[in-house]
């Protein structure tokens, strides 16, 4: 994956910034197994799956399909139960959804196609009780603006193009200040250039507030760019395979190295698990 020497200088910021982060455990999945009923089967998603979230990590889970990275971020989100183990938010377990965990997903319908971009940040805000119409409006605003969409704001999600819509549910998530961000492979269904684009805004986002992120993806690629730390898994049933620091991407030797490791993990047999 190329990338423009402006590009790459602000990963890099990204990156130096990483080592002044919060070191607080901030979520732990302890010993967590998923399971979900098909018409015929129980499947298992994950066995045993062990991990901690720090205070403004960009933490990311990788794996291949059907690893069952995304039915993680749905436990995490509260969305699903796990049938062993505990998921804990900030010394609390996790039993159902709730505003400190806001989910971004890959679908470009998840926003409301009648409420306009402003009405679609403030919807949260405002069912949350957290704010009023007033402070809602004023908080949606400012999340508008941070994802650059300021004269976008009344218009309605069928006008946006699909990059333009990902940024408004980004918006809608960070508007409500949630401890952590849950993103679904927010990027996936986007052409090359626009990924790489939002991935770079998200990363600016991140220089300016220093939001916890977990960052659900297929891509090597995205996972090194995106994640301070990545959590490899393993074909089905997802199991950790290692969990490893990324590396500044203006390194380009260290990345392919990076690259390279994770690429034998995620298609070497079965084995013991593996910390770097």
Known sequence: MELSIDHEKKIGRTRRAASEVR??????????????????????????????????????????????????????????????????????????????????????????????????VMFPLIASRKHDARSARSKAMEYIEKVKLTEFADVHPHMLSGGMKQRVAIARGMAMEPDVLLMDEPFAALDALTRRQ?????????????????????????????????????????????????????????FVRLRRRINELLFAEPEGVHHV
């Open 23 to 120: 070191t607080e455990v901030l979520a732990e999945v302890q010993g967590v197994t998923l399971q979900y009923k098909t018409k015929e089967h129980i499947v298992t998603a994950t066995y045993r799956v062990d991990f901690s979230i720090h205070w403004s990590d960009r933490f990311v889970l990788l794996g291949p399909s059907g690893c069952g990275k995304s039915s993680l971020l749905k436990a995490v989100g509260g969305y699903m139960a796990p049938v062993e183990g505990r998921i804990l938010l900030k010394d609390r377990e996790v039993t159902k959804p709730g505003p400190d965990r806001m989910m971004v997903f890959q679908e470009f319908d998840q926003l409301l196609p009648w409420k306009t971009v402003l009405e679609n």
């Open 198 to 254: 939002m991935q770079e805004e998200l990363l600016q986002l991140w220089e300016g507030t220093r939001f916890t992120l977990l960052f659900v993806t297929h891509s090597i690629e995205e996972a090194i760019v995106i994640g301070n730390r990545i959590l490899v898994l393993s074909p089905h049933p997802g199991q950790v395979k290692a969990e490893l620091n990324s590396v500044d991407r203006s390194d380009e030797q260290a």
